[in-house]
């Protein structure tokens, strides 16, 4: 079935670099990717998204990138910061209008 | 203008009762999505209202319904509980199906 994968699971990084995850989907019908940060025990919440008719999309230290010929979408979170530790999540919106998920990933800050 | 809100915050239930939780959308938002959540897993789409109907539905069984109320506001009905169905459920509005905002979820326990 239609599916999302995310890599890596972990990922734990020096303050001040930067972090990138990467995302898989397998509906080549999707147009919609947003991305959410999910501190323990709270919300997820939406930190940036990008639809199909966009390569790149930035906002301060966040950035997405789309290739819809692979099929892939990536994270990239530059001069990272101790708050940026969190699980992170892809989604993409399949043909059905429905929101697949990534499994996420632990970012870990290393001060 | 208050965000997305759930109730219960938590819940305790015994295998075989029946459960209804509670979501209200942010402010001119029409459009209300369920997710379940398990413990370390990205959330699961269970179903999505619009307009008072069904509009999507996840691969949950018929012990999952909802409804939705003039106002938008939405319920989560689950009986015959499973220990199985113990997690954390989000709830999360939208404008159309695009840029979600979610509750801070109702956490259910089945005993």
């Known amino acids: 079935g239609e599916n999302v994968e995310q890599h890596p699971s972990t990922l734990s990084v020096q303050e001040g670099d930067s972090a990138v995850i990467k995302c898989t989907y397998s509906d080549s019908a999707s147009n919609y990717f947003p991305w959410y940060k999910q501190e323990l025990g709270k919300r997820p919440q939406l930190i940036i998204d990008i639809r199909s008719n966009v390569g790149e999309k930035k906002d301060q230290r966040i950035a997405v990138t789309l290739n819809k010929t692979a099929k892939h979408f990536s994270l990239h979170i530059t001069e990272t910061q101790p708050e940026d530790s969190a699980v992170y999540f892809c989604?993409?919106?399949?043909?059905?209008?429905?929101?697949?998920w990534g499994a996420g990933t632990k970012l870990i800050i290393k001060p | 203008d208050a965000g997305v809100t759930q109730s219960p915050t938590h819940l305790i239930k015994t295998r075989g009762q029946q459960v209804t939780l509670r979501c209200s959308p942010k402010s001119g938002h029409d459009t209300v999505s369920w997710y379940q959540q398990a413990l370390g897993q990205g959330p699961q789409f269970i179903f999505q209202?619009?307009?008072?109907?069904?509009?999507q539905r996840g691969n949950f069984p018929d012990r999952f319904s909802g409804h939705q109320f003039p106002n938008y506001s939405s319920e989560l009905n689950v009986n015959a509980l499973l220990l199985g169905d113990s997690a954390l459920y989000l709830c999360a509005s939208s404008f159309s199906i695009y840029e979600q905002y979610f509750g801070p979820g109702t956490r259910l326990t089945v005993t």
């Open positions: 989604a993409a919106l399949n043909s059905n209008y429905q929101l697949i």
């Open positions: 209202y619009y307009e008072e109907e069904e509009r």
